[in-house]
Antibody, heavy 123, light 107 residues
Framework: EVQLVETGGGLVQPGRSLKLSCVASGFTFNNYWMSWTRQAPGKGLEWVASITNSGGSTYYPDSVKGRFTISRDNAQNTLYLQMNSLRSEDTATYYC????????????????WGQGASVTVSS | DIQMTQSPASLSASLGETVSIECLASEDIYSNLAWYQQKPGKSPQLLIYYASSLQDGVPSRFSGSESGTQYSLEINSLQPEDEGDYFCQQSYKFPLTFGSGTKLEIK
């Protein structure tokens, strides 16, 4: 069974940092691109970051570029999101997601989601 | 960035009815369109990818179609468990973008 379990969420002051982790199980982690997507309370979905299966390339929207860093440890089957210079508008549930792969990747198609980690940025 | 305009924002329908949700892409995304369902208090789940391919385990009453830059999700024979939020998303190019969502209520 595919499982993605996020940890590391919490309450943080504006301008501070937080690091989320996502432990993956039930599939061959190093075959898959991975992503983070967030959802502000009562709002829609916003893609936050993606990383290739090897970790060699990363992608971000302008809203987080330069502040957030996605990384992975394939030996530990773990995905990370380092969030710096946090703002109130970063308050959201952060989902770890797996990109579709069936012999070839369908980049950006999120076929598995974690339960989410809640991040609140407030003084 | 590619804008995804989703409609309607909310929808109320009865058991057994058929409903349709639309997404209009601001440019050609060459069928790189996915649909997700999010039940209350749960994480989103992939329903359809590449505009019309049904994800494993998703009931066949869900279907996707396209016409130019307009994409549609149709749900036939509505069931109580279909209540929730539905989002479209383009995966043609970064930044990945989502529609604003449709809240489906089952009467």
């Amino acid at each position: 069974e595919v499982q993605l379990v996020e940890t590391g969420g919490g309450l943080v002051q504006p301008g501070r940092s937080l690091k989320l982790s996502c432990v993956a199980s039930g599939f061959t982690f190093n075959n898959y691109w991975m992503s983070w997507t967030r959802q502000a309370p009562g709002k829609g979905l916003e893609w936050v970051a993606s990383i290739t299966n090897s970790g060699g390339s990363t992608y971000y929207p302008d809203s987080v570029k330069g502040r957030f860093t996605i990384s992975r440890d394939n030996a530990q089957n773990t995905l990370y999101l380092q969030m710096n210079s946090l703002r109130s508008e970063d308050t959201a549930t952060y989902y770890c997601t797996r990109d579709y792969y069936d012999g070839y990747p369908l980049i950006g198609v999120m076929d598995a989601w974690g339960q989410g980690a809640s991040v609140t940025v407030s003084s | 960035d590619i804008q995804m305009t989703q409609s309607p924002a909310s929808l109320s329908a009865s058991l057994g009815e058929t409903v349709s949700i639309e997404c209009l892409a601001s440019e050609d995304i060459y069928s790189n369109l996915a649909w997700y369902q999010q039940k209350p208090g749960k994480s989103p789940q992939l329903l359809i990818y590449y505009a019309s391919s049904l994800q494993d385990g998703v009931p066949s009453r869900f279907s996707g179609s396209e016409s130019g830059t307009q994409y549609s999700l149709e749900i036939n024979s509505l069931q109580p468990e279909d209540e929730g939020d539905y989002f479209c998303q383009q995966s043609y190019k970064f930044p990945l973008t989502f529609g604003s969502g449709t809240k489906l209520e089952i009467k």
